[in-house]
C-alpha cells in the first residue's frame, strides 16, 4: 500500500529524537559541501605547485565548485518534489565522492576543474533536501530552528577544512586527504540510501507535511515552472535582494575560502595552520551570526534597517581589515570574528524573500536568493587572483608567488564596492513587517 492510501491510519507524530536523526542524516552531505567550498584554502601552495597555477587560476579551480551549485539550485527543487530527498542526497553523495576522486587523481588543471564541478553541482542538491526532510518530519514551528541548524552544519564543515585537514595535509599529503573525503562522502550515500525515508509514514508515523502531494506528483498543478519564476522576478525585492545577497556572501567566502590563509601568512607570519584556525573562526561567528540576525529580526518585525546595519557595519570592518595594515594580533581576532558576525546578516535575505511573494513561491524564491549568495564568491575568487596577478611585482619566496599588501588591497577592494552598492540598493526595497504575503 502507498504512502498517500496509508497515511490516515497514522496518528501519532514521529518522536523528536527520531525526527532529528533523520534530518541529521540528511545533513551530512550538507557538511561535506561547506567542508568541500572552502578546502582549496588551506592547500593553495600545494594546488599552485601540482598544477603550476597563476593566482588567477586557482580562484577559477575553486570557483568551478561554485558554477555548478549556483546551477543547481532552481532545478533542485524540481527534482526534490519529483524524486524525494532520500535519491536526490544519495545520488548527490555518489556524485560528490566521484568528484573528489577525480580531483584527488588529476594531474593537470582540466581534470581538477572537472572534479571541482562535479562536486559543486552534486552537494548543491543537500540545502533544499534538508528543508524538505525537515518539512515532513518536524512541526512547522521548528523549521526555522531547522534551516538556521542548517548553516550551522555546514560551518561545521568548513571549521573542519581548516585547521585539523591542514595538520592531516602535512602529514598525509592533499591528494590521500581527498581520497579520504570521497571514501566518507560514497560512504555517506550507502548510509543515507539505506536510512533515510521521505517521509514518517515509512515509519508507521504520521507526517507533518499532509497538505503536500506525494514524491512524484505537481506541487502546482497547471502551473508552470517558468510561469512560477516569472511571477517571482516581477517582485522588486526578489530582483533587489539577488544582487544585494552576494555582497556579504563575497567577503566572508573568499576570503574565509580561499585567500585569507596566504594573506594572513604573507603579511602577519602566522602559519598555514594558524591562518586557517583563524578564517576558520571567521566561519563559527558567521553561523553564530545567522542564528541571531534571525532571532532578533522576528522579535522586532522588521527585516531592513537590521540587514542595513548588519551589512554596513561588516563593511566597516571589512574596510578597517583591508586598508589598516599590521593590526594587533587580539585585533586581528576580534576584527576577523565581527567581520563574520556582521556579515551574517545576508541570511535575512532568504526571509525576507519569502514574505514578499506568495506562500507557494517560496521554493523557487529560496532558489533564486541562494543563487544570489553564491554569485558572491563564484565571481569574486577568480577575479580577485586575476587582480593578484596583474599586480604581482614578481616576488617568489620557497617556489611560490608572494602578493604585496597593496596587491591584495586592489583586490579586496572589489568586494568593498558590492558592499556598497548592495547598501543603497537595500535602501530600496519594500520592508515585510516579518508577514507573509499571500
Known sequence: ????????????????????????????????????????AVITVELSQAF????????????????????????????????????????????AGIGTAVFAMALDTRTA??????????????FVSMLKLASHWMPARQFALASGMAL??????????????????DEFGWRAMMWASATATLLIGVVTWCMVKDDPVTRGYKSYADHEPAVGQAAQPGIGVFAGLKEALRDRNIILLFFIAGA????????????????????????ATNAAGL???????????????????????????????????????????????KLPYAALV???????????????????????????????????TNMGVIQGPMYM??????ILDRTWSGTIVNGKRVFDLASYQQGFSLMLIWGVLAVLLLLFTRETYCRQRH
Open 52 to 95: 603550476g597555477l597563476t593566482a588567477a587560476a586557482l580562484g577559477n579551480l575553486s570557483a568551478f565548485y561554485f558554477y555548478s551549485y549556483v546551477a543547481m539550485q532552481i532545478p533542485t527543487g524540481l527534482l526534490a518534489d519529483r524524486f524525494g530527498p532520500r535519491v536526490l542526497l544519495t545520488v548527490g553523495a555518489g556524485i
Open 152 to 169: 550551522a552544519v555546514g560551518v561545521f564543515g568548513a571549521v573542519f577544512a581548516g585547521a585539523p585537514l591542514r595538520i592531516m595535509v
Open 279 to 325: 578564517c576558520s573562526t571567521m566561519m563559527v561567528a558567521w553561523a553564530i551570526g545567522s542564528l541571531s540576525y534571525g532571532a532578533l529580526s522576528d522579535r522586532i518585525g522588521r527585516r531592513k534597517p537590521l540587514y542595513i546595519a548588519g551589512l554596513t557595519l561588516s563593511l566597516v570592518l571589512w574596510a578597517t581589515l583591508v586598508y589598516v595594515p
Open 381 to 386: 575568487q577568480p577575479l580577485v587572483g586575476l
Open 113 to 126: 576543474n572537472l572534479g571541482r564541478l562535479l562536486i559543486g553541482g552534486s552537494v548543491g542538491v543537500a
Open 334 to 368: 576580534a576584527l576577523m570574528l565581527s567581520i563574520g558576525f556582521f556579515g551574517a546578516s545576508f541570511i535575512l535575505s532568504f526571509a525576507f524573500a519569502k514574505e514578499s511573494t506568495p506562500a507557494r513561491l517560496a521554493g523557487t524564491v529560496s532558489g533564486i
Open 248 to 271: 556579504p556572501s563575497s567577503i566572508i567566502l573568499t576570503f574565509a575560502g580561499l585567500w585569507g590563509v596566504p594573506f594572513l601568512t604573507t603579511h602577519y607570519g602566522l602559519t
Open 1 to 40: 500500500m502507498s504512502p498517500a492510501s496509508t497515511r490516515h491510519r497514522h496518528t501519532a507524530h514521529p518522536p523528536p529524537a527520531l525526527a532529528w536523526a533523520m534530518w541529521g542524516l540528511g545533513a551530512a552531505l550538507y557538511f561535506v559541501g561547506f567542508y568541500q567550498r572552502v578546502a582549496p
